[in-house]
């Protein structure tokens, strides 16, 4: 696997999200097994992880903290906080005490002493940045922290804190079928030396080409509520499948891949995190750091995408209080 610089911190080009294992996707994965997915992705490469306080609350961070304290010094691990008691439908908290409390429960859930990477999961805008920033650096000095993130973060928030503290890696939704970031924050994180880590590289599933118009999520999911993943979009949106698959067929690769690789091609601070409960889907996401996309193959993606128009909000109404800002 090669690796990728995120600010100065150096991760494997393709990172693990950890959050499907026990959160937003139906039931939480059986822990023997998710500890077993994880370590089965360091056996192949990869060193970046991703889990938060919010995913569970608290349970993704200890099958995090069991599954990789063997190989801990060899791997680089990242949380979140700034969720109300750790619940996402709660809203935001960033009040310094609240970040310094969910620092020392992560290192306790993680059990290490240090979180690689310490992103402020939404932007709380009761809080000024600049305190938030500043709590970070404290715990950076203090040991606890050695990084600084932002997630979902707007272009304000993320100068005003990068001029506290040094922004490490901005994490946002970001693939073929999300594309907004290319606008204001892309420019932004490379004119600042900030890294760039797409979350839901693959849409949520989507863009694998395995989720039909007719597809059914459970109680636990969230896309049973996302507008994006109502049956009419998901009609409108398959002509974006379509293409990708299309191209896929003619380089004998999936569709996964072409996503990925895409996203991978596009500068290379950026380091997407797919998450998989399946081990064999986390070796074809794998797959896509080996996949070369041409000067020719990424101009007729962005050819073909000029005639797409996605269909379908983003989040479902109860979760815009979380939305960038």
Not at 181 to 197: D, K, M
Request: glycine share 8%.
């Amino acid at each position: 696997m090669q690796t990728r610089k995120l600010g100065q911190l150096e991760v494997s080009a393709l990172g693990l999200g950890c959050m499907g294992l026990s959160f937003a996707f139906g039931p939480p994965t059986d822990r023997p097994e998710a500890i077993k997915l994880i370590r089965a992705a360091y056996e192949r490469g990869i060193t970046f992880f991703d889990t938060a306080e919010a995913y569970g609350p608290g349970l993704n961070e200890e099958v995090v903290g069991e599954a990789l304290e063997p190989v801990r010094d060899q791997v680089v691990i990242a949380t979140k906080f700034g969720i109300k008691d750790g619940i996402p439908m709660k809203g935001v908290d960033s009040r310094p005490e609240r970040i310094r409390q969910v620092a020392d429960e992560a290192l306790k859930r993680l059990r290490t002493d240090r979180i690689d990477l310490f992103y402020q999961h939404r932007v709380d805008p009761n809080v000024p940045m600049e305190d938030v920033a500043g709590t970070v650096q404290a715990l950076i000095q203090a040991g606890k922290v050695r990084h600084f993130g932002l997630s979902e973060a707007g272009v304000d928030a993320i100068r005003k804190a990068h001029a506290v503290q040094a922004v490490t890696a901005l994490q946002s939704e970001y693939s073929l079928w999300w594309r907004e970031p290319e606008a204001e924050i892309l420019p932004l994180v490379e004119e600042l030396g900030i890294g760039f880590v797409p979350f839901s590289p693959l849409g949520k599933g989507f863009l694998t080409g395995t989720i039909g118009a007719d597809a059914t999520f459970g109680e636990q999911d969230y896309r049973r509520i996302a507008p994006r993943f109502m049956p009419e979009a998901l009609k409108a949106n398959q002509a974006l499948v379509d293409l990708i698959g299309k191209l896929a067929a003619a380089k004998g690769v999936t569709p996964a891949q072409i996503a990925l690789a895409w996203l991978l091609a596009q500068k290379p601070w950026i380091v997407p995190i797919p998450g998989t409960t399946k081990l064999h889907r986390l070796e074809e996401n794998l797959g896509a750091a080996d996949v070369t996309l041409t000067a020719d193959d990424l101009s007729r993606i962005q050819q073909a995408l000029a005639t797409v128009e996605v269909q379908g909000a983003r989040h479902a109404a109860a979760m815009q209080n979380l939305i960038n800002r």
